[in-house]
């Protein structure tokens, strides 16, 4: 059987996957899967999901960071407050900034409620007069069930220290047709 090379790491490394594999978890996948184990232990560390400091990072040098995947990829990040005691995040990079857009999602285990998900969008410059673009960011965290209220004492300590981690999903949108594909040409 054939073996197909998905896009190096950061550290060159290279995973052979066999031809039609991809990573495509589900919102609650995302949240039960990986996020929540992330929270509890700083040093999970998933094969399809890479870390990254989103802040010193523009969205067209991400797919290089990415562990795997061509149109979609997947990192986890600290967030970063805007101001030291506030509850704001910062979200602006050296080029510009990410943008939400919409309402936050409910994502449910059964009936229980244990991520919100949130959309963003980059602009590129400084707000109000910032350029939106074609890049599209996901952000998970954990709510309810998962809440950083309900989680062992012990993680809420790996929280303090990493000050929450986030689940991102980034992709492109293609100039022509609106949905999650990328258009290659373009990065």
């Known amino acids: 059987m054939e073996n197909i090379s998905v896009l190096p790491s950061k550290e060159d490394e290279k995973m052979d996957l066999p031809p039609g594999f991809r990573f495509h978890p589900t919102d609650e996948e995302l949240i039960s899967h990986y996020l929540y184990k992330k929270v509890i232990d700083s040093n999970f560390s998933a094969k399809a999901i890479g870390d990254v400091d989103l802040n010193k ?15 979609e990829w997947y990192f986890f990040c600290v967030r970063d407050r805007k101001y030291p005691t506030g509850l704001r995040t910062n979200r602006a990079t050296e080029a510009g900034y ?12 059964g009936k229980s409620l244990v991520g ?4 963003l969008v980059f602009y590129k410059g400084r707000a109000p007069k910032g350029e939106k673009s074609n890049w599209v960011m996901h952000e998970y965290r954990l709510e309810g069930k998962f809440s950083v209220h309900n989680l062992p004492k012990a993680a809420k300590v790996i929280i303090i220290n ?3 981690s986030i689940l991102y999903f980034l992709s492109m949108l293609s100039y022509f047709i609106i949905d999650i594909d990328i258009d290659i040409d373009l990065i």
Request: glycine share 6%; aromatic share 12%.
């Open 116 to 119: 919100m998900k949130k959309t």
């Open 162 to 164: 990493i000050d929450s």
């Open 98 to 109: 990410w943008k939400a857009t919409g309402k936050d999602k409910e994502i449910f285990k």
């Open 57 to 71: 990072s523009e969205p067209w040098d991400l797919p290089w960071k990415a562990k795997m995947g061509e149109k």
